[in-house]
Protein backbone atom coordinates (compact mmCIF):
# COMPACT_ATOMS: atom_id res chain seq x y z
CA UNK A 1 0.00 0.00 0.00
CA UNK A 2 1.31 3.28 -0.77
CA UNK A 3 1.81 6.16 1.63
CA UNK A 4 -1.23 8.36 -0.37
CA UNK A 5 -3.45 5.27 -0.09
CA UNK A 6 -2.69 4.28 3.49
CA UNK A 7 -3.32 8.33 4.04
CA UNK A 8 -6.87 8.21 2.65
CA UNK A 9 -8.10 4.46 4.12
CA UNK A 10 -6.81 6.15 8.15
CA UNK A 11 -9.11 9.12 6.93
CA UNK A 12 -12.21 7.10 5.91
CA UNK A 13 -11.86 4.58 8.75
CA UNK A 14 -14.76 5.65 10.43
CA UNK A 15 -18.46 5.21 10.13
CA UNK A 16 -18.69 8.90 9.89
CA UNK A 17 -18.68 10.70 6.40
CA UNK A 18 -15.65 12.86 6.85
CA UNK A 19 -16.99 14.57 3.89
CA UNK A 20 -20.61 14.77 4.62
CA UNK A 21 -23.21 12.74 2.20
CA UNK A 22 -24.55 15.75 0.31
CA UNK A 23 -23.25 16.44 -2.58
CA UNK A 24 -20.43 19.91 -3.25
CA UNK A 25 -22.96 22.76 -4.11
CA UNK A 26 -21.36 23.72 -7.45
CA UNK A 27 -21.43 20.13 -8.85
CA UNK A 28 -25.14 20.24 -7.46
CA UNK A 29 -25.44 23.58 -9.41
CA UNK A 30 -23.64 23.09 -12.76
CA UNK A 31 -25.04 19.26 -12.98
CA UNK A 32 -28.64 19.86 -12.60
CA UNK A 33 -28.07 21.98 -15.78
CA UNK A 34 -26.25 19.55 -18.39
CA UNK A 35 -28.15 16.81 -19.97
CA UNK A 36 -27.86 13.20 -18.48
CA UNK A 37 -25.13 10.51 -19.45
CA UNK A 38 -22.34 9.17 -18.62
CA UNK A 39 -20.08 10.90 -16.04
CA UNK A 40 -16.27 10.51 -14.39
CA UNK A 41 -15.60 10.99 -11.07
CA UNK A 42 -11.77 10.93 -10.26
CA UNK A 43 -11.07 10.89 -6.53
CA UNK A 44 -14.49 10.14 -5.49
CA UNK A 45 -13.64 9.04 -1.55
CA UNK A 46 -16.47 8.34 0.13
CA UNK A 47 -19.13 8.32 -2.63
CA UNK A 48 -21.38 11.69 -1.77
CA UNK A 49 -21.10 13.05 -5.15
CA UNK A 50 -21.17 10.14 -7.52
CA UNK A 51 -24.50 9.03 -5.65
CA UNK A 52 -26.11 12.92 -6.39
CA UNK A 53 -25.17 11.96 -9.88
CA UNK A 54 -26.55 8.59 -10.16
CA UNK A 55 -29.96 9.66 -8.27
CA UNK A 56 -30.28 12.32 -11.09
CA UNK A 57 -29.90 9.63 -13.22
CA UNK A 58 -26.36 9.57 -14.44
CA UNK A 59 -24.04 6.50 -15.73
CA UNK A 60 -21.84 7.36 -12.88
CA UNK A 61 -18.13 5.91 -13.30
CA UNK A 62 -16.12 6.55 -9.69
CA UNK A 63 -12.57 6.26 -8.77
CA UNK A 64 -10.34 6.19 -5.93
CA UNK A 65 -7.27 4.64 -4.18
CA UNK A 66 -8.94 4.01 -1.04
CA UNK A 67 -10.95 0.96 -0.43
CA UNK A 68 -12.35 2.44 3.04
CA UNK A 69 -13.61 4.99 0.61
CA UNK A 70 -15.10 2.84 -1.56
CA UNK A 71 -16.64 0.70 0.89
CA UNK A 72 -18.63 3.61 2.29
CA UNK A 73 -19.73 4.81 -0.98
CA UNK A 74 -21.13 1.24 -2.11
CA UNK A 75 -22.77 1.48 1.18
CA UNK A 76 -24.17 5.12 1.06
CA UNK A 77 -25.06 4.19 -3.05
CA UNK A 78 -27.39 1.01 -1.52
CA UNK A 79 -28.79 3.09 1.17
CA UNK A 80 -30.00 5.84 -1.99
CA UNK A 81 -31.66 2.71 -4.43
CA UNK A 82 -28.39 3.65 -7.11
CA UNK A 83 -26.14 1.73 -8.58
CA UNK A 84 -22.83 3.27 -10.05
CA UNK A 85 -19.57 1.44 -10.79
CA UNK A 86 -16.26 2.14 -8.71
CA UNK A 87 -12.81 1.06 -9.15
CA UNK A 88 -9.54 1.07 -6.97
CA UNK A 89 -7.34 3.08 -9.20
CA UNK A 90 -5.07 6.06 -9.20
CA UNK A 91 -6.53 8.77 -12.31
CA UNK A 92 -2.44 8.92 -13.39
CA UNK A 93 -2.80 5.59 -14.27
CA UNK A 94 -6.66 5.17 -15.66
CA UNK A 95 -6.93 3.80 -19.01
CA UNK A 96 -8.62 7.10 -20.82
CA UNK A 97 -8.93 7.40 -24.71
CA UNK A 98 -8.64 10.72 -26.33
CA UNK A 99 -11.98 12.40 -26.87
CA UNK A 100 -14.32 10.33 -24.23
CA UNK A 101 -16.21 8.25 -23.63
CA UNK A 102 -17.07 10.45 -20.91
CA UNK A 103 -20.63 13.65 -21.20
CA UNK A 104 -18.90 15.19 -18.02
CA UNK A 105 -15.85 14.66 -15.44
CA UNK A 106 -16.09 16.14 -11.31
CA UNK A 107 -13.21 16.81 -9.46
CA UNK A 108 -13.37 18.22 -6.45
CA UNK A 109 -10.68 19.26 -3.93
CA UNK A 110 -8.51 16.59 -5.56
CA UNK A 111 -4.88 18.58 -4.93
CA UNK A 112 -2.16 16.33 -7.15
CA UNK A 113 1.56 17.85 -6.04
CA UNK A 114 3.04 20.20 -8.64
CA UNK A 115 5.35 17.47 -10.59
CA UNK A 116 2.13 15.33 -11.45
CA UNK A 117 -0.85 18.57 -11.63
CA UNK A 118 -0.67 19.25 -14.72
CA UNK A 119 -0.08 16.00 -16.71
CA UNK A 120 -3.02 14.51 -14.68
CA UNK A 121 -5.12 17.74 -15.71
CA UNK A 122 -4.31 17.10 -19.25
CA UNK A 123 -5.56 13.22 -18.63
CA UNK A 124 -9.01 14.53 -17.48
CA UNK A 125 -9.37 16.78 -20.55
CA UNK A 126 -8.69 14.15 -22.55
CA UNK A 127 -11.30 12.03 -21.11
CA UNK A 128 -13.67 14.21 -22.03
CA UNK A 129 -15.89 13.61 -25.22
CA UNK A 130 -16.54 16.33 -27.59
CA UNK A 131 -18.93 18.77 -25.91
CA UNK A 132 -18.20 17.54 -22.63
CA UNK A 133 -18.26 19.29 -19.67
CA UNK A 134 -15.34 19.42 -16.54
CA UNK A 135 -16.60 20.55 -13.18
CA UNK A 136 -14.41 21.75 -10.77
CA UNK A 137 -14.10 23.06 -7.58
CA UNK A 138 -10.69 22.98 -5.25
CA UNK A 139 -9.19 25.14 -2.78
CA UNK A 140 -6.95 28.12 -3.88
CA UNK A 141 -3.72 29.85 -2.19
CA UNK A 142 -5.68 31.65 0.42
CA UNK A 143 -7.03 28.71 1.77
CA UNK A 144 -3.75 28.83 3.92
CA UNK A 145 -5.14 31.16 5.85
CA UNK A 146 -8.73 29.27 6.66
CA UNK A 147 -8.96 26.45 9.20
CA UNK A 148 -12.06 24.63 6.84
CA UNK A 149 -10.06 21.78 5.27
CA UNK A 150 -7.20 21.18 2.32
CA UNK A 151 -3.63 21.06 2.15
CA UNK A 152 -1.60 23.07 4.37
CA UNK A 153 1.07 23.46 2.17
CA UNK A 154 0.98 26.13 -0.91
CA UNK A 155 2.41 24.16 -3.86
CA UNK A 156 -0.45 21.76 -3.00
CA UNK A 157 -3.39 24.88 -3.88
CA UNK A 158 -3.97 26.15 -7.03
CA UNK A 159 -4.79 29.61 -8.67
CA UNK A 160 -6.49 30.32 -11.79
CA UNK A 161 -4.36 31.16 -13.69
CA UNK A 162 -2.30 27.78 -13.02
CA UNK A 163 -5.79 25.88 -13.70
CA UNK A 164 -6.35 27.95 -16.69
CA UNK A 165 -3.17 26.81 -18.45
CA UNK A 166 -3.57 23.13 -17.36
CA UNK A 167 -6.76 23.06 -18.89
CA UNK A 168 -6.28 25.11 -21.75
CA UNK A 169 -7.54 23.16 -24.35
CA UNK A 170 -11.43 23.59 -23.37
CA UNK A 171 -13.70 26.42 -23.32
CA UNK A 172 -14.37 28.50 -20.59
CA UNK A 173 -17.81 28.79 -19.47
CA UNK A 174 -17.12 29.69 -15.40
CA UNK A 175 -13.66 30.54 -13.83
CA UNK A 176 -13.58 32.57 -10.55
CA UNK A 177 -12.80 32.74 -6.99
CA UNK A 178 -14.75 32.97 -4.60
CA UNK A 179 -15.26 33.17 -0.71
CA UNK A 180 -17.84 30.03 0.61
CA UNK A 181 -18.90 28.92 3.69
CA UNK A 182 -18.49 25.20 3.38
CA UNK A 183 -20.66 22.78 5.19
CA UNK A 184 -19.50 19.18 4.07
CA UNK A 185 -18.78 17.16 7.31
CA UNK A 186 -16.26 17.79 9.46
CA UNK A 187 -13.34 17.94 6.30
CA UNK A 188 -14.80 20.60 5.32
CA UNK A 189 -16.60 23.28 7.25
CA UNK A 190 -16.37 26.87 7.47
CA UNK A 191 -15.38 29.93 5.46
CA UNK A 192 -13.36 28.71 2.51
CA UNK A 193 -11.22 30.34 -0.14
CA UNK A 194 -12.15 28.46 -3.57
CA UNK A 195 -11.42 28.31 -7.09
CA UNK A 196 -14.47 27.01 -9.33
CA UNK A 197 -14.61 26.20 -13.06
CA UNK A 198 -17.38 24.65 -15.41
CA UNK A 199 -15.41 24.25 -18.88
CA UNK A 200 -16.58 22.39 -22.21
CA UNK A 201 -14.34 20.74 -24.57
CA UNK A 202 -14.88 22.15 -28.28
Do not use: C
Not at 3 to 22: K, M
Not at 112 to 121: D, I, N, Q, V
Amino acid sequence: MNPTQQFWNERYASEDFVYGTEPNVWFREQLEALPVGRILLPAEGEGRNAVYAARLGWEVFALDLSEKGKEKALKLAANAGVQMQYDLADIRQYPVAENGPWDAVGLFYAHFPPELRAETHLRIAQALRAGGYLILEAFQPEQLNRNSGGPKSADMLYTLDMLRNDFAGLREIHAFLASVELDEGPGHSGVAEVVRLLLQKP
